[in-house]
Each structure stands twice: as structure tokens, then as C-alpha cells.
């Protein structure tokens, strides 16, 4: 019995390296946290109960059955975010790049049902190169059934996407049918396809972060709702939004703590000039009405 355990810790503990220590450098080279560090980060301390932790792929096909990793490219589970129930995944880019296989999609699509079963936020964490070619029609039907749960969960319960990485093709259609998604500057990307397939067929040159970057979907596309320095931020910022959303749709949001002082504002006796032609702040109007400190600005 000794020797299962020890090699069910053993795979514990190879799963949790993800791709390998050389690839999480990598990562880190980049300025990038890793699956499980920005899941750690995230969530409660303490409060993460992970799903599927030894899945892997069943692809023998082009020499994938040589390359296995447990977990099979994304950390999925449960926690909670300021005591609040949430079900989260995030994708391993140390892993095939974070690619998504038919188990990949698997795990993704348990806690999307889970999440809509017990009614709580999903939050997704996307670091992806998209559909893992080696198994070709079977991860895109994997993107299919993520689709599928994505629409059905709209407007029943919040669904929160980071784009924390450079995400292509099928892995970037999931979050811009979510509720609000946001984007880490300089280290993310939003595209369907990458600026060697633009150079290719249009012979057009131009840079990922003119294609895809924060900047682009922030500014021209509004696919951004909002954008961070880096992931921290991105995950504080995640943190906030949830706080304005309720559980699901059966619940209101929670009260936040308010003590009543001095309500008289005169700022707002001040914005608006005397005459028509001049403009004024409207960032001033909002906080001359709402409670102090608790804007939580959308598509700045």
C-alpha cells in the first residue's frame, strides 16, 4: 500500500511541475507567473481543491504518446475569492504551449457544468496557442463544447476571462463570448490567426501587438473590457470586478461595508458650466454621486 501512495505522490508532484522547471523559467523570463502560481494568487489561501490533477491526454498519433504530462495543459478546481465559491481554470503554457487537447477541453467543460449546477462565478485564466494540431477534429470539438457551455451560462452566471498570455484561434473565441475580459499589456495577445499567416496571405507586415495586443482590443476592437501592467494586477483587477457581480442570477450582489458621514458633495454644485460650449469631467459627476472609492471604470 506504501508503494501506491508514494507513487501517487510522485505523479502528484510531476503534475504540478507542469512542462518541466526549464519551461517554468521561461515563464518567468517573461515577466508570466505560471498556471498554478496565478491560481495560488487568486484564491483564498488554502482554498483550492483541484479536479482531474493526473488526466492526461489519448493521443498515440505523430509521437505524442512520448510526450505525457499530468494535467494535460490546464489546472481546473474550485475555491473561493474572499470566502465567495468560484470555479476556475487556468491553462499551463508550459505544456504543448498550453494547447487544447479533447481532455483539456474535458476538464474545462466539468467545472462549467459544475459552476452552473451550484450557481457560482467561472473564471478562466487563458494562456494558449489554441487547438492541439496532433489531434486535430477532436480538440476543435472540444472548442465546440466549450462554446456550447459558454452560451448556455450567459446571463445565469458571471463568466470572467484573463487573457494572460499569447492566445491564437480557437482559444480566443471562448473569452470574447464571456461576460468581461481582461488583458495583461505587453506579455498578451488576441488573434485568430498570427502575423506569419497575415504576412502570408496578405503580405501585409504586422506585429502581434498591432494584431491582437492589449492596446488593439482595448482601444479599437472593445473585445478588452480592461487592461493591467501585469498579471498580478490583472488578477487583483479580477478580484474587484467579482465583487460588483452576484453569485448567479437568483442572487443580488453582496452589500459592501459603508459607513454614513458627510454626504454633502459640492462638487457637484461646480461641474457644469454656465456656458453650453465648455466641457466638463463626467468622472466628476460619478464620484459627486456614488459612494467614495468604489468606481470600477469599464472600456476607459
Do not use: W
Not at 44 to 73: A, W
Not at 272 to 294: A, C, F, L, Q, W
Amino acid at each position: 500500500m506504501s508503494s501506491n501512495i508514494d507513487k501517487l505522490n510522485e505523479r502528484i508532484a510531476q503534475a504540478k511541475l507542469g512542462g518541466g522547471q526549464k519551461r517554468i523559467e521561461k515563464q518567468h523570463e517573461k515577466k508570466k507567473l505560471t498556471a498554478r502560481e496565478r491560481i495560488e494568487y487568486l484564491l483564498d489561501e488554502g482554498s483550492f481543491e483541484e479536479m482531474g490533477i493526473l488526466v492526461t491526454h489519448r493521443t498515440t498519433d505523430f509521437g505524442m504518446d512520448k510526450e505525457v504530462y499530468y494535467g494535460d495543459g490546464v489546472v481546473t478546481g474550485y475555491g473561493t475569492i474572499h470566502g465567495r465559491l468560484v470555479y476556475v481554470y487556468a491553462q499551463d503554457f508550459t505544456v504543448f504551449g498550453g494547447a487544447l487537447s479533447e481532455t483539456h477541453a474535458e476538464k474545462i467543460c466539468k467545472i462549467m457544468d459544475l459552476a452552473m449546477n451550484v450557481g457560482a462565478p467561472v473564471i478562466g485564466l487563458n494562456d494558449s496557442g489554441g487547438a492541439r494540431i496532433q489531434e486535430g477534429v477532436r480538440s476543435l470539438g472540444g472548442y465546440a463544447d466549450i462554446f456550447y457551455r459558454n452560451v448556455k451560462a450567459s446571463g445565469v452566471i458571471p463568466q470572467l476571462s484573463a487573457i494572460m498570455g499569447p492566445c491564437a484561434g480557437g482559444a480566443v473565441y471562448s473569452p470574447a463570448i464571456t461576460d468581461f475580459t481582461l488583458m495583461v499589456e505587453g506579455t498578451s495577445y488576441m488573434f485568430v490567426t498570427g502575423p506569419n499567416v497575415v504576412r502570408t496571405v496578405t503580405n501585409e507586415e504586422v506585429t502581434s501587438e498591432e494584431l491582437g495586443g492589449a492596446s488593439a482590443h482595448a482601444v479599437k476592437s472593445g473585445v478588452a473590457h480592461k487592461t493591467s501592467a501585469n498579471d498580478v494586477e490583472c488578477l487583483e483587477d479580477l478580484k474587484s470586478l467579482l465583487s460588483y457581480l452576484p453569485q448567479s442570477h437568483k442572487e443580488k450582489p453582496k452589500d459592501m461595508p459603508f459607513k454614513i458621514g458627510d454626504e454633502f458633495r459640492d462638487v457637484l454644485e461646480k461641474i457644469v458650466p454656465d456656458s453650453p460650449n465648455k466641457p466638463y469631467d463626467m468622472h466628476e459627476v460619478i464620484r459627486g454621486i456614488i459612494d467614495e472609492e468604489t468606481f470600477y471604470e469599464i472600456h476607459k
